[in-house]
């Protein structure tokens, strides 16, 4: 739906049982937030909620400043933080940062866990709206992410034995085939999933050596290192 569709929409709605507010959706595959300034500007009523997302609770109060940055291409850290504080798993998170303290390394398991996560914050393209540097990305590279690879990716770790998710060194030629197999993909997606692990088993060696602000400097320019691209 375009900006004006949204606004005649409204405005048909406000003509026939008058309205208080707004509720806008699909903000998430609108034209970086054009009907939220529509709707205000020919009805006359403020937006209260926007939905980014398919589910009921995909719906977040509307911040003006926030969907501006957006607009803007300067992502919504705010929102970011505050989705995450309501939606990650505390504990979870605290156990994978004590095990990462300890020397530990990052496997498959916990790797299944940051990909469920994720998904509870939107998906990947609920973090790459509200990511800053985003708007660079060309749109050809946008459309290819969508959250099926989780589950490809879920798929191809849940087809591993539990002594490969724990140390997925051993996965090797035989191994890439089983695996693949059986999770209905190919081989490509096996290597694929292994590549991006080693590169988040990496992120997190830098942050337990002390790394952190470094990462936190890298995202400014995007998406951290081993996401699902």
Known sequence: MTGQDA?????????????TGVILTKTDGDARGGAALSVRHITGKPIKFIGVGEKTTALEPFYPDRIASRILGMGDIVGLVEEAQEKVDHKKAAKLAKKIKRGKNFDMYDLRDQFAQMKKMGGIGGLMDKLPGMGKIPDAVKNQVNDKQFDHMVAIINSM????????????????????????????????????????????????????RKMMRGMKGGMPPGMPF
Do not use: C, W, Y
């Open 7 to 19: 606004a005649n929409t409204a405005k048909a709605f406000d003509e026939a049982l008058p309205l």
């Open 161 to 212: 034995t539990p002594k490969e998710r724990r140390f997925p060194d051993l996965i090797k030629g035989s191994r890439k085939r089983r695996i693949a197999a059986g999770s209905g993909l190919q081989v490509q997606d096996v290597n694929r999933l292994l590549k991006q692990h080693l590169q988040m088993r990496k992120m997190m060696k830098k942050m337990k050596g002390g790394g952190m």
